[in-house]
């Protein structure tokens, strides 16, 4: 018999009973007939093509661009779920946010022995330039995306932590948007939060944290590196949607420490600055000087209080998979309390006892480079070779300080359209927070991927994965009938 994963609609009964108050949505896929379900889903994928909503897969010179695939069979949250995970995402963003402004200021969490010095001061995602530097507001992972996995009915674990700049908003929105369209009886079945105020969210926080210097009503702007960049898409439509400028570098000039941007009426003074370029190339006076993408004096404008950079330079950070390790340890160190969501176990290969651990249960671990991201530069032990295991044996002999390790956990499924009707698939969740230096806003969905291929853990769009919507289901009080 093969292994019974905790579906999240079904539970554990193999599609014969579904769990308490998932039965009008159990209803509603067996009762829909698949070539119904096929059609609406090949609709949605048209016009996710036609609207261009793309991404690359680096490497690959034909058919570089393509669409995720969408799932039209939804993902569905009850409020209760919702409820404890968005106070567990309030409480590690503003812990997120406390531990940044602590490393690159007083450094009491190091001075304290809560984790380790040259972790955080030897980490290449440790940017030194910003040191001393308090951003407005005390904010530096202005947007958060929070990568989550489920084991079981009341099991949220985090996978990892996203503050430099994290992706994937404008898929949960467009995802609604289709099955608004494509399904509309489910949406009046179910009273659903809805996700479409996230871009207003998104320009209230922004407007937010304006340096106190911004005359008048701030001046927000998106910086992209341009339409060459994989996320193009989504930074044109954010910027559509939030109802600010989408700008490149060569849009903006620094003069006198103050960021100006030109225009057919001529020079306009920019306050925040959502920018999609990583760190490194953001000043070529300061970071890389080979930088075509990013603006000269931005940080001399930035270090004189004249701008808001959203997220925050040097929260790359918090990305580190070594330091995501000790997210348990940094939430009970500036909050008090034990963590409302917990991680992943995790073994750091730095440490002589869990590389020796690692090396000796290859076969049976996930193993991740500390730095990696999108799927790559990671191996999966129970469906990996024998010679793609002694590779990475190599690989961490060679360099333990760079990978992790986790156990493979046993990811729930969702139901997932296949060509043998609704089978399940396992999924992981990517919600998204704001800050704001007052208040912490989770949208109510999030983005969730899917991993398409039969038995597969790894849900990257760039290894094949996909993505669903996310339902959120009002209080039950609430709800029709």
């Given at each position: 018999m093969s292994k019974s994963f905790f579906d999240e609609i079904w539970g554990h009964s193999r599609g014969r009973t579904p769990r308490p108050g998932f039965e009008s949505i159990a209803r509603w896929i067996r009762e829909t007939p698949k070539k119904e379900l096929r059609r609406r889903q090949d609709s949605a994928e048209a016009a996710f093509r036609q609207l261009g909503i793309t991404f690359n897969v680096y490497g690959e010179e034909e058919q570089a661009e393509r669409i995720i695939p969408f799932d039209i069979i939804p993902r569905v949250f009850t409020a209760e779920e919702w409820q404890s995970l968005s106070d567990g995402l309030e409480q590690r963003v503003t812990a997120l946010n406390m531990f940044l402004e602590d490393v690159y200021g007083e450094r009491k969490i190091l001075a304290d022995g809560i984790v380790p010095d040259d972790l955080v001061l030897c980490n290449p995602g440790f940017t030194p330039v910003v040191n001393g530097h308090r951003p407005p507001h005390g904010v530096y992972a202005?947007?958060?995306?929070?990568?989550?996995?489920?084991?079981?009915?009341?099991?949220?674990?985090?996978?990892?932590?996203?503050?430099?700049?994290?992706?994937?908003?404008?898929?949960?929105?467009?995802n609604r948007e289709a099955m608004l369209r494509l399904c509309p009886e489910l949406f009046e079945a179910f009273e659903v939060e809805p996700v479409d105020g996230y871009t207003d969210a998104l320009r209230a926080m922004m407007q937010a944290v304006a340096p106190e210097s911004a005359p008048g009503e701030p001046c927000c702007v998106l910086l992209t590196p341009g339409h060459f960049n994989s996320a193009f898409y989504e930074h044109s439509f954010l910027a559509d949607n939030v109802g600010i400028e989408l700008v490149e570098a060569a849009d903006l000039v620094v003069d006198?420490?103050?960021?100006?941007?030109?225009?057919?009426?001529?020079?306009?003074?920019?306050?925040?600055?959502?920018?999609?370029?990583?760190?490194?190339?953001?000043?070529?006076?300061?970071?890389?000087?080979?930088?075509?993408?990013?603006?000269?004096?931005?940080?001399?404008?930035?270090?004189?209080?004249?701008?808001?950079?959203?997220?925050?330079?040097?929260?790359?950070?918090?990305?580190?998979?070594?330091?995501?390790?000790?997210?348990?340890?940094?939430?009970?160190?500036?909050?008090?309390?034990?963590?409302?969501?917990?991680?992943?176990?995790?073994?750091?290969?730095?440490?002589?006892d869990a590389l020796q651990y690692t090396l000796d249960n290859l076969a049976d671990l996930v193993v991740k480079k500390v730095d990696g991201s999108g799927g790559y530069g990671m191996l999966v032990g129970p469906t990996s070779t024998s010679e793609e295991i002694e590779e990475f044996r190599a690989a961490l002999i060679d360099n333990p300080d760079g990978y992790i390790a986790q156990p493979t956990l046993d990811l729930s499924t969702v139901p997932t359209l296949t060509e043998k009707g609704a089978k399940g698939r396992h999924v992981d969740f990517r919600p998204f927070v704001l800050s704001d230096g007052q208040k912490v806003t989770t949208v109510p969905g999030g983005l969730t991927r899917v991993a398409l291929r039969e038995g597969s853990l790894v849900v990257n769009s760039s290894q094949g994965g996909g993505t669903k919507d996310s339902l959120v289901l009002r209080p039950q009080s609430e709800q029709p009938g």
């Open positions: 202005h947007i958060c995306g929070i990568d989550m996995v489920r084991t079981g009915p009341d099991e949220f674990l985090v996978l990892e932590d996203n503050a430099r700049t994290p992706s994937g908003v404008s898929y949960m929105l467009e006198d420490d103050i960021v100006w941007m030109r225009t057919i009426e001529g020079r306009k003074r920019v306050d925040v600055i959502y920018r999609r370029i990583d760190d490194d190339f953001l000043d070529p006076l300061i970071f890389r000087p080979d930088s075509m993408l990013g603006v000269p004096g931005l940080m001399a404008a930035y270090f004189a209080g004249n701008v808001t950079l959203i997220n925050a330079p040097g929260g790359g950070i918090s990305d580190d998979k070594a330091i995501y390790s000790y997210m348990p340890e940094i939430v009970k160190y500036y909050s008090g309390e034990d963590a409302k969501l917990p991680n992943v176990e995790t073994w750091r290969c730095r440490e002589a």
